[in-house]
C-alpha cells in the first residue's frame, strides 16, 4: 500500500516507517522537522520536510503520491508544556490534524491510523484500563488528543473514513540494534533518564514520588516496546483495509512495573551502581496504569514480543552507547 507517515521522523513513527518498509509498503514521510530528526528517517522511504497544517500542499502530496493509507504521528507530546501553553497544543495537534483530515478527504484517502495516548483516560482506579473506561483527561495533551477522535468519528459518519485510534500507554525501547531510538529534548521520559545517569551522562535518576498505595511505594506503568507499537500499527492497517469495524485500541503490555523495579531492571542490564533521588510526586501522575489490550490482541492477533523490562533496557542501552548524543542534528 502506499502509505503516509505523518511525523516519521519521530520516536514512534520512525520505527513504524521501518516496519511498514520491511513489509513491502511504500513510505511517504511527512514531517516539519520541528521536533523529529531527519537522520531517523530511512533512505528507502521518500521525505518531504512540511507542515501537516498546509492543507493544498498535502492535498497534493496526496494525490501525487496516491497514498491510501495515512498513519498520523505528528503531534507535541509533553504533557508539562501542554499546561504551560496550552494554545501551541490546540493548533499543532488540534488544527495539525483537522488540516491533515480536510487535506485525506479532498483527495479521498480511505484509511486513517492515529497515535492516540492512554491519556485520555486521565486518572482513574480501573485496572486494567478497557477502551470503554469513561474518557476523561486531566492535561492539555489528553485532551487534544480526545478532540482528534471526536473529529475522526465524525469524519467517518460524514464522509465514510474508516479509522482507529491508537492508544499508547508507556512507550519505550529502541531498534533491538541499537540503531533508531529516542531523542528528545528536553528528555523527561524514566527510561531514557535512567540509562542516562547509569552511562554517567546525568548525575542522579529522581523518584518521583515512594509513598503511592503500591507495593513498594513507587508508581507502577505499563511499558510497551517501540517496535511492538510499530507492529500494531502495520496490523491496525490491514485490519482497516479487511474491513476491521472497531475503531480505539489500547496498546499496552498488560503487565505493569514499578519505578523501582525499573531502576532495578537497569541495573542488572547495565551492571553499573548510580544515585537514586527519593524525590515528591509530580503533579498529576496517578499510581497504576495498566492497559487492557484484549481487544487488538483478538482483532489483529498482535502479540508484544519485546516488552519486558530487560528487553527494553538492553535496547536502549544499545542506542544510547552508540548514539549518547542522539540524533546530533539539532
Ligand atoms: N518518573 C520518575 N522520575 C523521572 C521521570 C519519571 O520517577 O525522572 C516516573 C513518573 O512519575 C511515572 C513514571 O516514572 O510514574 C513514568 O513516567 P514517564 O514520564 O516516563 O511517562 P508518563 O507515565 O508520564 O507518560
Not at 495537534?93 to 497515535?115: D, H, I, K, Q, T
Not at 500499527?233 to 496498546?251: E, I, P
Request: some cysteine; hydrophobic content about 40%.
Amino acid at each position: 500500500m502506499n502509505v503516509l507517515v505523518t511525523g516519521g521522523a519521530g520516536y514512534i513513527g520512525s520505527h513504524t516507517v521501518r516496519a511498514l518498509l520491511a513489509q513491502g509498503h511504500e513510505v511517504t514521510v511527512l514531517d516539519n522537522l520541528s521536533r523529529g530528526h531527519r537522520d531517523a528517517v530511512p533512505a528507502e522511504a521518500a521525505l518531504c520536510i512540511a507542515d501537516i497544517r498546509n492543507v493544498e500542499l498535502v492535498q497534493r502530496l496526496l494525490t501525487e503520491r496516491r497514498i491510501e493509507g495515512i498513519l498520523h504521528f505528528a503531534a507535541h507530546s509533553c504533557v508539562g508544556e501542554s499546561m504551560e501553553n496550552p494554545t501551541v497544543y490546540y493548533d499543532n495537534n488540534v488544527v495539525g490534524s483537522w488540516s491533515l483530515l480536510e487535506a485525506g478527504r479532498r483527495a479521498a484517502v480511505p484509511y486513517f491510523v492515529f497515535s492516540s495516548t492512554a491519556a485520555v483516560y486521565g486518572e482513574t482506579d480501573i485496572t486494567p484500563i478497557t477502551e470503554d473506561v469513561p474518557y476523561k483527561p486531566i492535561n492539555v495533551y489528553g485532551q487534544t488528543k480526545l478532540m482528534i477522535e471526536c473529529m475522526l468519528k465524525q469524519f467517518e459518519r460524514a464522509y465514510g473514513l474508516k479509522y482507529a485510534a491508537l492508544r499508547y500507554f508507556n512507550a519505550a525501547g529502541a531498534m533491538p540494534d541499537g540503531s533508531c531510538g529516542e531523542d528528545h529534548e528536553p528528555e523527561t521520559h524514566l527510561i531514557p533518564l535512567i540509562l542516562q545517569t547509569a552511562l554517567g551522562l546525568r548525575d542522579h535518576i529522581s523518584i518521583y514520588g515512594t509513598n503511592y498505595p503500591t507495593a513498594d511505594g513507587t508508581c507502577i506503568r505499563d511499558y510497551i516496546h517501540v517496535v511492538d507499537l510499530a507492529d500494531a500499527h502495520c496490523r491496525v492497517l490491514q485490519y482497516l483495509a479487511d474491513g476491521g469495524k472497531l475503531r480505539a485500541f489500547n496498546l499496552g503490555s498488560q503487565r505493569g512495573f514499578s519505578v523501582r523495579e525499573m531502576i532495578e531492571a537497569a541495573r542488572k542490564v547495565t551492571g553499573r551502581e548510580f544515585t537514586v533521588i527519593e524525590a515528591s510526586r509530580r503533579p498529576g501522575d496517578p499510581a497504576v496504569l495498566v492497559a487492557s489490550s484484549e481487544r487488538i490482541r483478538e482483532a489483529t492477533r498482535w502479540q508484544p514480543q519485546y516488552s519486558d523490562p530487560e528487553t527494553i533496557m538492553i535496547h536502549a542501552l544499545r542506542w544510547y552507547e552508540t548514539h549518547p548524543r542522539g540524533y546530533e542534528d539539532r
